[in-house]
């Protein structure tokens, strides 16, 4: 009763303009509750898109989050942005890049003596891309690009993770953000990737289930993110989507939350689709 008492949610709503034009509202649930409070989570692709909003509700959910990307200069405005907001310190950036695979052991380990608790309990691994070619104009450079960000980067963090779980005894999470692409036919190297990441995670679930490390993936359709050329306030209306709609970042966030407190510990290797139905309900969609 008294974890439930500590959920709460609010509702935003998206206003969408159907190919009719005619403007539907859409409720989302914005959770703000307690089911992080002490842990600190590590978020690899923090400065943008699903990364972010992952950050944003980890932090409403009592967790103190380090933000992970490339770019020092978007770390630092996207930090000071949500400090603004919460007014509580409990949000850091540092550049990690997933591709300098030698400097991810040290890259770990310094992030965690950024808050004073000296330590990472969860880690969520959101860098990637997206291919722009395609099939027949797919380069071995763009090919290279998408699966060292996507698998490789992926592999390298959960491996120096792992290892720095282990060794502090640390019973943690880890979790991957795969795709609905896992399930479709694979021809692009991100529906490639993405396939990877799931039998990685089924993989990885089973070799660190005996050291208290909780493995999983989850697993986006459509989502309106900047690599998808689509922001939040845009027309989110997409045809051919059972949903009707692009998902906003939020509700990939509000899933990810559960997925990594302590309600998800029995949650193990498995990849939790959420796609508006697109390639579940609807395969190539």
Same mark, same amino acid.
């Given at each position: 009763m008294g974890l439930v008492k500590k959920m709460k949610s609010a509702i935003r709503w998206l206003y969408l303009l159907t190919k009719e034009e005619k403007m539907v509202k859409v409720p989302?649930?914005?959770?703000?509750? &307690? =089911?992080?409070?002490?842990?600190?989570?590590? !978020?690899?692709?923090? $400065?943008? +898109?699903?990364?972010?909003?992952?950050?944003e509700a980890f932090l409403n959910s009592g967790c103190k989050v380090i933000l992970a990307g490339t770019s020092e200069e978007k770390l630092k405005d996207v930090v000071e942005k949500i400090q603004t907001d919460k007014k509580d310190g409990r949000v850091v950036g540092t550049v990690i890049n997933v591709?300098?695979?030698?400097?991810?052991?040290?890259?770990?380990?310094?992030?965690? &003596? =950024?808050?004073?608790?000296?330590?990472?309990? !969860?880690?969520?691994? $959101?860098? +990637?891309?997206?291919?722009?070619?395609?099939?027949?104009?797919?380069?071995?450079?763009?090919?290279d690009q998408i699966m060292d960000t996507n698998v490789k980067g992926t592999f390298f963090m959960c491996q120096a993770m792992a290892d720095y779980m282990i060794e502090k005894k640390v019973h943690g999470h880890i979790l991957n953000v795969s795709s609905s692409s896992a399930l479709r036919p694979a021809w692009t190297p991100y529906q490639i990737s993405k396939w990877a990441v799931r039998g990685f995670t089924l993989g990885l679930a089973d070799l660190l289930l005996p050291h208290g490390i909780v493995v999983n993936a989850i697993a986006p359709g459509p989502v309106a993110t900047p690599m998808q050329r689509i922001g939040e306030d845009e027309n989110l209306f997409l045809l051919g989507q059972p949903s009707k709609r692009f998902a906003v970042p939020s509700e990939i966030a509000n899933l990810a939350v559960f997925m990594v407190s302590d309600m998800g510990d029995l949650i193990v290797g498995d990849s939790f689709y959420i796609t508006g139905g697109s390639g579940t309900v609807s395969l190539h969609n």
């Open positions: 989302v649930p914005v959770n703000t509750n &307690e =089911l992080l409070k002490g842990k600190v989570a590590l !978020i690899t692709g923090g $400065s943008s +898109g699903i990364g972010l909003a992952i950050g591709l300098d695979t030698a400097a991810l052991p040290s890259k770990i380990r310094s992030a965690a &003596e =950024l808050f004073e608790e000296g330590r990472i309990d !969860i880690l969520v691994n $959101s860098a +990637g891309v997206l291919n722009k070619s395609d099939y027949f104009h797919m380069t071995e450079e763009e090919y």
